[in-house]
């Protein structure tokens, strides 16, 4: 079945550093999100990417529709301590618009 | 706050026991979903609304499991006989469709279950 996958895992970063996060599937995904979850919370939505090559940015982040349709990437700079959390990309699957898959996260936690 | 909201926040309870958890969505959206999403996992997929109808059932959902969404607005899931491996966050997500591949899913705060 299709997978996302979510690389690194986890990162240590200093504080006012930039990050970058990438998701990718073996599959062609239509719509890419990225995610953020705090502990015990929901997931909130950060950005949502429609075409493949966008580009689109929120505030300190910026995200991705790779040229391939196979991945995503995440990038925030200048990092802060509220950027702590797991961050999800996620997509519709081939079977239903409206099933999501969600990747593995990536855990961010940034060191004063 | 015009966001999903879901009610318990948390609920604690004895294996053997019912329990039920209800979201209320974004007002104007039509789709509803639940997802459920244990201890360093991301959400899965459980099932889907579209305004009173359910329309898909993962099979993650066995039957001890049942979902209504009798009006068209909020939605129950209602877990029978709960098992230890209930144990997990259960979130709900509304959406109304405005682009023409997919639509853009926003989730509530989620239902923390503990199963003793």
């Known amino acids: 079945g299709q997978q996302l996958n979510q690389s690194p895992q986890s990162m240590f970063i200093q504080e006012g550093e930039d990050v970058s996060m990438n998701c990718t599937s073996s599959?062609?995904?239509?719509?890419w999100l990225w995610y953020k979850q705090d502990p015990g919370e929901g997931p909130v939505l950060l950005i949502a990417?429609?075409?493949?090559?966008e580009l689109t940015s929120n505030g300190r982040l910026t995200a991705q529709f790779g040229i391939t349709r196979k991945d995503s990437f995440l990038n925030i700079s200048a990092s802060i301590p509220s950027d702590v959390g797991i961050y999800f990309c996620?997509?519709?699957?081939?079977?239903?618009?409206?099933?999501?898959?969600f990747g593995t996260g990536t855990r961010l936690k940034v060191l004063a | 706050d015009t966001g999903v909201s879901q009610d318990p926040r948390h609920k604690i309870t004895k294996r053997g026991q019912n329990v039920t958890f209800r979201c209320d969505p974004i007002?104007?959206?039509?789709?509803l979903y639940w997802y459920r999403q244990t201890l360093g996992q991301g959400p899965e997929f459980l099932t889907y609304?579209?305004?009173?109808?359910?329309?898909?059932k993962s099979r993650l959902l066995s039957d001890r499991f049942s979902a209504e969404r009798p009006k068209g607005s909020f939605s129950t899931l209602e877990i029978q006989r709960t098992e230890q491996g209930d144990s997990a966050m259960y979130l709900c997500?509304?959406?109304?469709?405005?682009?023409?591949?997919?639509?853009?899913?926003?989730f509530g705060p989620g239902t923390r279950l503990t199963v003793l």
């Open positions: 997500a509304s959406s109304v469709r405005r682009q023409a591949i997919t639509d853009t899913q926003y």
């Open positions: 599959s062609i995904f239509n719509t």
């Open positions: 990417l429609y075409k493949a090559g």
């Open positions: 996620a997509g519709p699957t081939t079977s239903g618009t409206y099933k999501y898959i």
């Open positions: 007002s104007e959206h039509n789709r």
């Open positions: 609304f579209q305004n009173e109808a359910q329309l898909e």
